[in-house]
């Protein structure tokens, strides 16, 4: 089909009508392709480059550049005008009114239906007879109007913005790198904070907090040999080990930090239950002779035997009848012994080893307990309900009477500057003011509580009740957590600072449990596919390509850090603002995080990051993975370059993608 240069758009609108005409059409001429990449832009360019080519416009004259230019399209849809100045153009060119069709200007049916269908929409290129003398008028649009005329003229005209092809720049990686989802839930109201991936150092996700007491769990089992009858328990800071009174028996079990038995101590006489040892002491003054002996309360012998830290016993000192327990004084490097049948208190010189003298008592003291600050001893005297004081220079201070029904334990807590006495047949603990040595308060425990002990890993007191095999755990502030069960409670129970593990005796069963902490916080939930993707992450690293953070809940992820770990033992760590890569969608908190593209994910990193109480975090991570045998097979890798798959290279290795 040729047609003149200068067409005109009456020319062009019965060219127009001629192409689409229906009838069969010959190769040259069917131009329209029925099938398109889906997109109204790719249509679009296909129609104008075959319109060009069709109507032979290649080379088109001024006078139809110019006709049009003002009555042609909307830019971006057909661009067969002038575009040199799309910005201007953009600014300057509305969208003009569909124009009424009068009887004369109509076609036939068939003609628009083929339009519509191939062409443009309806009014944009006007294809009606365009004779000059009976083209209406057109009203030229101002160049510079009023808002309120703006508003007024785009009332009437509603027009389909044309989707580009991707609105999210980050579209190509999600359609062309696999992912790993990780989701973590903080169901709890305080801010938790959680590690991923670091396989190497084995970090838990989420350790649970000190406080988190209801987090506790048995992560060892001692078997002691039966018939021991284990009771009395202490960890010694000098050598880090656990010494557990074996009271039938006559002997001391040490264990490690790692719960293991590493040596029985047998005492004199070795016969069964002459020896009878139920309690400690141990020196923890650091500055004396004797740092870290541990003093063995034989309560049948009657005696002290006293413990060196090559686990030799060393010797025995003689005390009153009956010994119970006894505790070490750091102001005077003196050992206290409560002596229940001659009621009455047995002081030895922790480093020469001999009895210094005696103290009277109430009536049969059971426990004692001494203030690390100023030297106070304290002495449970169950039968009297009350409780002696003395000072470091062994003078009489005074007695605190009505001490609850039957107190057998005093302990002090360095949180709150405070000595506990516990009183078994009442059910109570009594707070004790250092200063004025007055009772200040009670607070209520479960049933039987006999022995009490410090945790320096959270600050609480632990209360051991006999009866129903709980715990009653005492915070600083003296409100309390009842209830916790971890197996039979008895007088032997001590915390462990070096492995944050507590230690009870069991002495029914000949057992001691070793209670420590669950590996991951039970108030924060992750999806449970995620142990197995940092082992896969850990043997065959990942090449981050982009990261993206969901968050639910108002507030932001905060102290965002990666950690890189060295074999020699350095860290590196490197913070990130999340505020840099809000991408707020919905009501939820978006973060397209582009910084983490090009880090790696394997071993020997990690992220740690804090997640705000009541939040769940989706985090969407798009990667490259590589095998290590890649790294190692030459073959491999030139196999992979030979195929022209892309190399990932990093500093000192040559890494082929295997995505």
Not at 190 to 205: F, M, R
Not at 332 to 360: G, M, Q, R, W
Not at 385 to 401: P, Q
Not at 445 to 471: C, E, I, M
């Amino acid at each position: 089909m040729k047609v003149s240069a200068n067409i005109g758009m009456n020319g062009l609108a019965q060219s127009l009508k001629k192409i689409f005409a229906e009838k069969k059409k010959s190769a040259e001429d069917n131009f329209v392709e029925k099938s398109y990449e889906g997109t109204d832009d790719n249509f679009f360019e296909a129609t104008n480059t075959n319109l060009r080519s069709a109507l032979n416009l290649d080379k088109k004259s001024e006078s139809y550049e110019k006709d049009l230019k003002h009555y042609g399209t909307k830019i971006k849809l057909i661009d067969i005008a002038d575009d040199d100045i799309p910005n201007k153009r953009i600014k300057e060119i509305l969208p003009l009114k569909k124009p009424a069709k009068s009887p004369k200007e109509k076609f036939e049916e068939k003609y628009e239906k083929d339009l519509k269908r191939f062409g443009t929409r309806q009014g944009i290129i006007r294809v009606s007879n365009d004779d000059p003398a009976k083209r209406k008028k057109s009203k030229s649009f101002p160049t510079n109007f009023s808002k309120a005329v703006y508003e007024n003229i785009m009332s009437k005209w509603k027009t389909r913005e044309v989707t580009p092809f991707s609105v999210n720049p980050f579209s190509d990686i999600y359609r062309e790198f696999p992912k790993v989802q990780v989701t973590v839930h903080n169901r709890s109201t305080e801010e938790k904070e959680i590690v991923l991936w670091g396989a190497n150092q084995n970090i838990s996700t989420s350790e649970p907090a000190p406080g988190d007491v209801h987090d506790h769990t048995i992560v060892a089992q001692i078997s002691i040999p039966a018939g021991v009858h284990p009771q009395g328990i202490v960890v010694n800071p000098a050598n880090q080990l656990v010494y557990v009174a074996n009271q039938l028996s006559g002997s001391v079990t040490v264990l490690d930090g790692n719960h293991q038995v590493i040596k029985v101590i047998q005492l004199q006489p070795t016969f069964p239950g002459f020896t009878s040892p139920v309690a400690f002491a141990v020196n923890t003054k650091s500055s004396s002779s004797k740092y870290g002996y541990v003093y063995v309360v034989c309560s049948v012998a009657n005696v002290l035997a006293v413990i060196d830290l090559s686990l030799n016993v060393v010797g025995y000192v003689p005390v009153g009848t009956r010994p119970v327990s006894a505790a070490f004084n750091p102001v005077n490097v003196h050992v206290y012994v409560a002596n229940l049948v001659s009621d009455n208190l047995s002081v030895i010189d922790a480093e020469a080893l001999t009895e210094l003298s005696s103290l009277p008592t109430g009536q049969d003291p059971i426990g004692v307990g001494v203030d690390p600050v100023n030297g106070d001893i304290y002495v449970a005297n169950s039968l009297a309900n009350s409780v002696t004081v003395y000072d470091s220079t062994n003078t009489l201070v005074t007695t605190i009477a009505a001490v609850g029904q039957y107190p057998t334990s005093i302990t002090y807590n360095p949180a709150n500057d405070t000595m506990y006495a516990v009183a078994t047949n009442n059910n109570f603990v009594y707070q004790i003011e250092r200063a004025t040595h007055t009772i200040v308060g009670t607070i209520e425990a479960g049933n039987k509580p006999y022995n009490s002990f410090f945790d320096s890993y959270n600050g609480f007191l632990y209360v051991q009740n006999r009866a129903d095999n709980t715990f009653t755990v005492i915070r600083p502030d003296n409100s309390k957590i009842d209830g916790l069960s971890f197996g039979e409670q008895n007088i032997g129970g001590a915390f462990n600072s070096f492995n944050k593990t507590i230690y009870v005796s069991d002495t029914s069963n000949n057992t001691i449990n070793a209670i420590g902490y669950l590996l991951v916080s039970s108030t924060v939930a992750i999806n449970p596919d995620y142990s197995e993707m940092r082992e896969e992450l850990q043997s065959n690293p990942a090449v981050i390509q982009h990261v993206k953070f969901v968050v639910t809940g108002g507030e932001r992820l905060n102290s965002f850090r990666i950690n890189k770990f060295t074999p020699t033992g350095r860290t590196s760590s490197k913070p990130l603002s999340f505020e840099l890569y809000a991408s707020p969608q919905s009501k939820l908190n978006v973060a397209e995080v582009t910084e983490l593209a090009g880090t790696i994910i394997d071993g020997k990193m990690n992220w740690r990051f804090k997640v705000p109480g009541l939040h769940s975090v989706s985090i969407l991570v798009w990667y490259r993975q590589f095998e290590v045998r890649e790294i190692l097979s030459p073959t491999n890798k030139k196999s992979k370059i030979n195929n022209h798959e892309q190399q990932i290279k990093l500093p000192g290795n040559s890494l082929h993608s295997n995505a």
